[in-house]
């Protein structure tokens, strides 16, 4: 059997109830809902299941809230010695893929993500900035179609670069606007995104120099795990690389596609997606058709993936 890598989903996964029957039926993932509570001073678990969903959207609340979910997942799982040889995440999700690797702890973890969402609805106010994801388009010609509308004065850059075809924009609404056009001009199709702000754009950079005093803040250790960087799409395991591309993935593209692609020349054949919705496990198929895609966000799932990687073991 080949190796195996966890992979973590980023915002854009979250619904109100995600976790509740895992934190309901297992003592375990309970605790990771009691943890986060207790180090935010907050009731974030009584967002993530009750909602309303407008809180739950808020930036601030979403990131510690999927990385809460996909850590109560990822403690469950781990109880059937199921162990992963890389682990890797989609923007936020690399924090869960941290926690995963034991370069974070929970706490120090969630602590930085709640504090990473509000540095990010600071940077830039509500409606000043968003996203849109270009279906269809060349990711080279799309890089100069946002090079020339940054150099007429507004902000655009490419921001996730998700799978074959599948590229996000980011940066002011006149920025994004304008590159759309010129892109569905040349045939591609665009759909703007639900989001509150321009992630992953050279607008993030007032956030990441405030957010580097939040990770002064909170132990970093060596990965024991290799973890696949958003920024780079290549395995790092030291305390000192993984603070640094915590702080330039803020404004950089998240290097998607290059990371799957990456880990199969690792030899992955087995990827694991921990936490709500299955919207990574969508993302490696379309990379590569045959990849062996497992997603696991509660109870029968969680049993389901077991069966069939134990069942695969017995076999091999």
Request: some cysteine; aromatic content about 6%; hydrophobic content about 45%.
């Amino acid at each position: 059997m080949g190796k195996i890598a966890f992979l973590f989903p980023g915002q854009g996964s979250q619904f109100v109830g995600m976790g509740k029957q895992l934190a309901d039926q297992e003592p375990s993932a309970k605790a990771i809902f009691d943890k986060a509570d207790e180090r935010l001073s907050m009731n974030l678990s009584e967002i993530i299941f009750e909602g309303p969903e407008d809180t739950l959207k808020k930036t601030e609340n979403t990131q510690p809230a999927l990385l809460t979910v996909s850590t109560a997942v990822l403690e469950v799982f781990k109880q059937h010695d199921i162990s992963a040889d890389y682990t890797a995440g989609h923007s936020l999700g690399e924090y869960s893929a941290l926690v995963a690797a034991g370069s974070l702890s929970f706490e120090d973890a969630v602590f930085a993500v709640r504090n990473r969402g509000l540095l990010m609805e600071e940077a830039v106010p509500a409606g000043v900035g968003t996203m849109a994801a270009v279906i269809g388009f060349d990711q080279e010609r799309l890089e100069a179609i946002t090079a020339e509308v940054s150099n007429e004065g507004d902000s655009v850059q490419v921001a996730n670069l998700n799978c074959p075809g599948q590229i996000v924009i980011s940066g002011t609404v006149g920025g994004v606007e304008k590159a759309s056009g010129l892109a569905k001009a040349e045939g591609a199709k665009v759909i703007p995104l639900q989001v509150s702000g321009p992630f992953h754009s050279a607008l993030m950079k007032p956030a990441a120099e405030k957010f580097e005093e939040i990770l002064n803040q909170i132990a970093i250790s060596d990965a024991k795990t290799p973890v696949i960087a958003n920024v780079t799409a290549k395995s790092i395991t030291s305390k000192e690389e993984i603070k640094l591309k915590l702080i330039e993935q803020l404004y950089s593209p998240v290097r998607w596609e290059e990371t799957v692609r990456e880990l199969m020349d690792l030899g992955v054949d087995t990827f694991i997606e921990i936490g709500p919705g299955k919207v990574l496990s969508g993302l490696v198929k379309k990379v590569n058709r045959r990849a062996n895609v497992i997603a696991v966000s509660d109870v029968e799932s969680i049993q389901a993936a077991v069966d069939k990687l134990k069942g695969e073991s017995v076999d091999a």
